[in-house]
């Protein structure tokens, strides 16, 4: 899927445990977006990054989750203390360039469970 | 938030058919994308727009960018059975200060061979 690979696919997780979601994105690209998906709905944004910065968070839920973009290695989003409501598809778009207009290119998505 | 009002939520329809869907927004946006998402899959980019009145084609599809910069459309021509799958526009709010993109709420399409 146009090269953003994320892994786990699937992640099952109890309620209080953590999850750790990776993104690696296409060759190339620098920035990174997360998004949440539920059920028989819509993409909502949760963050936007660059290499080692965090563009714009305004999607994302203050406590418990955070996401990094390190120089070396894949992104990933954290989610601490996991609750039954954080069970979702979550995405991860990846684009080349800063300039506005630039399509995004998603993954396959991580499937998060919680029990 | 902002949000984008897509329709139809859902359509049946026969083969060989041809398919409108539209989404709209209450402000201006710059950029409309058009992603077709299979089940348990992610989105696949089939169209972006990127000027207001802009007409682009992908084979059988087909995608405006609204005058008005509040709306897009996209056209499916001749439905195939592969058709089927989840539409969901996106758009870039003209007053975004990132690269964020708002997505609709899909509409589901189902063919009928």
């Known amino acids: 899927n146009a090269g953003v690979m994320q892994n786990p696919r699937h992640l099952v997780r109890r309620r209080g445990q953590e999850a750790r979601l990776r993104c690696s994105p296409v060759?190339?690209?620098?920035?990174v977006y997360w998004y949440r998906q539920l059920p028989e709905e819509g993409l909502k944004f949760m963050v936007y990054?660059?290499?080692?910065?965090?563009?714009?968070e305004s999607g994302m839920p203050k406590e418990r989750f955070s996401a990094e973009f390190p120089k070396e290695g894949p992104s990933i989003l954290r989610i601490q203390q996991v609750v039954r409501g954080d069970s979702a598809a979550y995405f991860c778009a990846s684009s080349p360039v800063s300039q506005r207009n630039q399509p995004q290119h998603f993954g396959d998505g991580t499937r998060l469970s919680i029990l | 938030g902002q949000q984008l009002n897509q329709s139809p939520q859902s359509m049946f329809i026969q083969e060989g058919e041809d398919v409108s869907m539209n989404c709209t927004s209450s402000s201006i946006f710059n950029t409309w994308l058009w992603y077709k998402q299979d089940p348990g899959e992610g989105p696949v980019l089939l169209i972006a727009l990127y000027k207001a009145g802009e007409l682009t084609s992908n084979g059988r599809l087909t995608a405006q960018f609204g005058i008005t910069r509040k709306d897009s459309f996209l056209n499916i021509s001749a439905s195939i059975p592969s058709d089927v799958g989840i539409y969901f526009c996106a758009g870039q709010p003209a007053t975004s200060g990132t690269y964020k993109y708002i997505f609709g709420t899909g509409t589901r399409l189902k063919v009928l061979a």
């Open positions: 060759k190339g690209h620098s920035h």
């Open positions: 990054l660059q290499k080692e910065n965090i563009i714009d």
